[in-house]
């Protein structure tokens, strides 16, 4: 059956410029991080950060991050690279589809870690100005799916469904949910959730971050219930149906502790930086009273210009009165003729 409305699958999710492979997973992977880093870099300075701060440490978060996801991923599916006839070689290419968000969050943190501490950073206030951006990354990096045809749900008749023309890795041909763009949807929800949240409630010391957790893990549920591909299973459901779970109430968990153990938010997000502030304002201030100077030097040209005038006025009365005195002597000697 021909559907008559359908979202397409790409032809190939790989273009060559040259030698040189150009991949759409990898560039929805790499778009995520910029903006995830941008979202986050603004978050930090606005609670009192340096700018750079974030970058910094996303030096050290995404190479953990890509590394725990492609974990993840390998162990939660060992038989796709160390079974009979599967090349174990192929766990290493990662191109090729793979990342498992929640290796990738766990081994991030470890990352994230390491840079916080080396800048003498506590780890949940950075958590927490990031976790809008690592949602929004998310509902990007999904479409790295869509390239690869992968993660697709049950075969449906809706006019969104997406159409799988690959029949490689045991793909059948056909019209499916498109659970990677429900997926790109929640999360793009949850980010603007975690944004007017933390406005609303001031949330800090990690809150902000677990609720993006929570918030993820609800919509995870009930996406990947509809997922049609090889999973593991544990009493009947797959085996991320019962991560999203334990890691939900995990991070409800952390809300309801951390906010009777630490209420409010960080006074103080990064040591120091809040000195560079008051140095910044100093040197305003000093370029003000340069201002204020060159201001009033600028008031005594103003000055003589209304002397010059008012000596002129005095001249020209001057001239008046010789004028008249002329006129009169003038008229004196004209009766005495």
Known sequence: MEELAYIPSPSRGVIHLGPIPLRGYAFCIIIGVFVAVWLGNKRWIARGGRAGTVADIAVWAVPFGLVGGRL?????????????????????KVWQGGLGIWGAIALGAVGAWIGCRRRGIPLPAYADAIAPGIAFAQAIGRWGNWFNQ?????????P???HITSSEGGRVPGYYHPTFLYESLWCIGVGFLVIWADRRFKLGHGRAFALYVAAYCVGRGWIEYMRVD????????????????IVFLLAVLYIVVSAKNRPGREAVVEPGAASDVGASDEGASDGEGVSDGEADGAGEPKASGEQAEAEVEDDAEVKDEAKDEVKDEAGSGTTKS
């Open 230 to 245: 090889d999973a593991h299973h544990v009493l009947g459901l797959r085996l991320n149906d019962w991560t999203a779970m």
């Open 150 to 158: 992968e993660l697709y749900g049950r075969e449906t008749h809706l």
């Open 72 to 92: 993840y991923h390998v162990i939660t599916d060992y038989e796709l690279y160390f079974s009979a006839g599967r090349d174990w070689v192929d766990a290493f």
């Open 160 to 162: 969104w469904a997406l």
